[in-house]
């Protein structure tokens, strides 16, 4: 496996010890799980983390001068929209036994968040002599760090939903769900997509508010109905009033269609957008079959 080799000293790993991420406020925290089916990208996402830095040892290891001030930070970045930052910076000046809270919108959230938790120069530091060449000299060297990563998926994370009465809104009373697709793909993907549950079916409503612990019977519903709508997506996205328009926005970071795009790419192992319309022109009813499969080999890899 290849490694990172860099041009400075570092400190042994244990001089930044950090116990596992949780998640949740504090009269109520778990874990923080490798895939997050419950996520919902309208709420906040608060986690928190112990960290213990061994300041001395770490300036030992780097050779740097005592008293040189480290930081702590943690830095995000998440996959699907694309977004990144800096949630928490704590200057380090001696050994520090830390609780470090973040809180994330779940707006700028989707597909994988990576965290960092890093311990890093926190200022300059002139060299004195041409036997300090190999110590960090320069603010923001990242000394050692932590990496954790969580899968954000599952139905709240896809789309707000609302539930509603179905006739009122010019729906089929017999129909179970319904999708809002909006006439522009470069809309925010949070919030440009709406789901509909008819209010009438119980059933649905249920097993969508148990959606992070469903029965299977439950769970099989929710992936046809969430079958169904990402049939509808990609159907949205390859109809020619939509195709150029979501081709051109599809570099707009957190745009709906960036997240078509990418849909696509991966139902249909990386082929372009026109690939698959011309696919599916071609053989609709074949292409129909190729997309059945596609959802369902996802979902299997997914499970």
């Not at 890093?120 to 060449?133: H, K, S, T």
Request: charged residues 25%.
């Amino acid at each position: 496996m290849a490694r990172d080799v860099m041009p400075f000293l570092r400190p042994a790993a244990h001089v930044l010890k950090t116990s596992p991420w949780e998640i949740g406020d504090a009269q109520d925290t778990r874990p923080l799980p490798l895939l997050l089916p419950d996520w919902d990208p309208q709420a906040d996402l608060a986690l928190h983390r112990h960290v213990t830095v061994d300041h001395r040892q770490a300036l030992a290891d780097c050779r740097l001068p005592a008293g040189t001030p480290l930081a702590l930070v943690v830095d995000w970045h998440s996959s699907a929209a694309h977004f990144a930052g800096s949630a928490f910076h704590r200057r380090v000046v001696e050994e520090s036994e830390l609780t470090v809270r973040i809180r994330l919108s779940g707006a700028d959230l989707g597909g994988t968040l990576v965290l960092k938790t890093r311990l890093v120069l926190a200022d300059d530091v002139p060299r004195i002599d041409e036997g300090e060449r190999f110590t960090p000299c320069h603010a923001g060297e990242i000394l050692c760090e932590d990496i954790s990563e969580v899968r954000l998926e599952g139905s709240a994370s896809r789309f707000p939903i609302s539930v509603i009465d179905f006739p009122l809104y010019g729906f089929d009373a017999d129909a179970r769900w319904a999708v809002g697709i909006p006439e522009d793909p470069v809309v925010p993907v949070v919030g440009g997509v709406r789901l509909y549950l008819n209010r009438a079916d119980t059933e649905l409503v249920t097993a969508a508010t148990r959606a992070s612990a469903p029965t299977p019977l439950q769970r099989r519903l929710l992936d046809t109905m969430y079958d169904d709508i990402a049939r509808q997506l990609v159907e949205a996205s390859l109809r020619p009033t939509w195709r150029d328009a979501v081709i051109e926005a599809a570099d707009e970071p957190g745009s709906l269609a960036e997240s078509l795009v990418v849909l696509i790419s991966n139902l249909f192992r990386g082929e372009s957008l026109e690939a698959v319309a011309v696919r599916r022109n071609a053989e609709p009813s074949v292409f129909a079959a190729a997309l059945q499969g596609a959802l369902r080999r996802t979902r299997q890899e997914n499970a």
